[in-house]
């Protein structure tokens, strides 16, 4: 939802900023690994401490980098099959450090067990959710879904709860929990996902193998 409707507004916004860097001669595979580099330091260095606050700042000034990568390819007439399997790969790396940093939070002094699994299984449905588009994709398939939570949805759900939630440290109360909710509403949403895209694959799948039988791919 978000990919369909924010991405134009976003677009928008982050052209300017986006030629400016072409401008001084930064490549579009350079922000794509400083973005990186930037999310993983934000939710490894400050998540597993608790300090959700500053590694949500942190994460959000790099994780825009995403969206500025493309634009700026576009913009110069790059856009390359090795820009698009980097982005993508890269993508996977961040999101395992967002939810790998809150995973080892409840590993260690936020001691939940119970939240600590919720957000290996919001790490873990996450890729798989990538995984069934990338993989339909690559044995010809449309994969004509995104589902109910994709990507976009995944990071502004936990990244909203996870900046609010280290407030606490400054002293506001109860707002703490509003972290292990949206890890229940992004585990939910991933599995009911990953069931959405599961069933047009299955369907399309059944399409593509009745319309052109012996022509299943092996790989
Ligand atoms: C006192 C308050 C403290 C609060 C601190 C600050 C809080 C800030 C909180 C959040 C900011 C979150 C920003 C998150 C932005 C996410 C941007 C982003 O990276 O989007 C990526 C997404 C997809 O890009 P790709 O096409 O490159 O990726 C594809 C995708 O990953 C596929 O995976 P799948 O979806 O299938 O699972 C892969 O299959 C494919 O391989 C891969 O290529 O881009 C978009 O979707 C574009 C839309 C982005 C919309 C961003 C909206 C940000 C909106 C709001 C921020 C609100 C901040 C408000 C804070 C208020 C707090 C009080
Ligand atoms: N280093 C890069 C990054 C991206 N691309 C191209 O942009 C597409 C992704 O666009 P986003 O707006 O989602 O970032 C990707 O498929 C590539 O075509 C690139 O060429 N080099
Ligand atoms: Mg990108
Ligand atoms: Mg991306």
Redesign the pocket.
Known sequence: M??KY??AF?TRVLTPFAAFLLRRGVSPDAVTLIGTAGVMAGALVFFPRGEF?WG??VI?LF??S??VD?NMARQAGVSSRWGAFL??TL?RVADSAVFGGIALWYAGRGDDNVLCAVAIFCLAS?QV??YT??RGESIGLPVAV?GLV???ER??IT??AA??A??HGFGVPHIDVLLPVALWVVAVGSLVTLGQRVVTVRKEAGEADAAAPGSEATS
Request: proline share 0%.
């Open positions: 978000l990919n924010a991405r976003f606050f949500t700042i959000t994780v825009f995403d969206l493309g982005d993508s993508d996450g959710v990538s588009k990338a995104n994709e990507r976009a990071l502004v990244l909203v900046g609010l280290g407030l």
